[in-house]
């Protein structure tokens, strides 16, 4: 089982309800800072801009990441308003999230001795998500290796049931520390 988290330190996602203004409350409450983000609609990212340069993966708050919360009643307001958002997850401190997207960046991960081990994990339109506790911070970082980006403090991902992202274990799975050399 879960080990109980210290007062203010984010908990696994766990369960997480099929509706979206749902599931963001439930992130919250578990202590998780979550951002609406803009989302594809009728073939075209939410902001409105036919030429959008990252349709459905930018936040709709003007401050970005900065502007997430945990509040539970900040947070049930913004999907009243934006009930199709995206939810993002700021990631906390001593968490980090591998983000692979794309199937044969497992083999290149498995071919360098990278041997991740079971976890949370989430698939996303492209690959997964693997969700990991760490014992000191890691900035997050875009192509660490072709196709694998790290999700650290700073950062955010797409968390399940936002369209194309569902979740591949129970989240209430135990989540293990990475260590790291
Ligand atoms: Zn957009």
């Known amino acids: 089982m879960q080990t109980p988290a210290a007062a203010g330190e984010a908990r696994a996602p766990l369960y997480a309800p099929a509706s979206l203004a749902n599931a963001a409350l439930t992130y919250a409450c578990h202590g998780w800072r979550v ?19 990252h349709p459905g993966k930018h936040p709709i708050l003007h401050n970005g990441l900065t502007g997430a919360s945990s509040d539970e009643g900040v947070v ?5 308003r934006w009930s199709l958002a995206r ?21 290149d991960l498995a071919a360098r001795g990278l041997h991740l081990p079971d976890t949370l994990t ?21 192509a660490i290796l072709p196709h694998v ?4 403090p700073g950062s955010y991902v797409i968390a399940p049931p936002s369209p194309g992202y569902r979740w591949l274990t129970v989240p209430a799975h135990e989540v293990p520390f990475l260590e790291l050399d």
């Open 35 to 53: 951002l609406p983000v803009h989302t594809i609609h009728d073939s075209r990212c939410t902001c409105g801009h036919v030429d959008c340069p």
């Open 76 to 80: 049930a307001d913004w999907w009243r």
């Open 87 to 107: 939810i993002g997850l700021a990631v906390p401190d001593g968490w980090l999230v591998i983000d692979v997207d794309d199937f044969d960046a497992f083999a």
């Open 122 to 142: 989430a698939a996303t339109s492209r690959g997964q998500h693997w969700y990991y506790r760490v014992r000191r911070r890691v900035a997050p970082k875009v």
């Open 149 to 152: 980006d790290l999700r650290g």
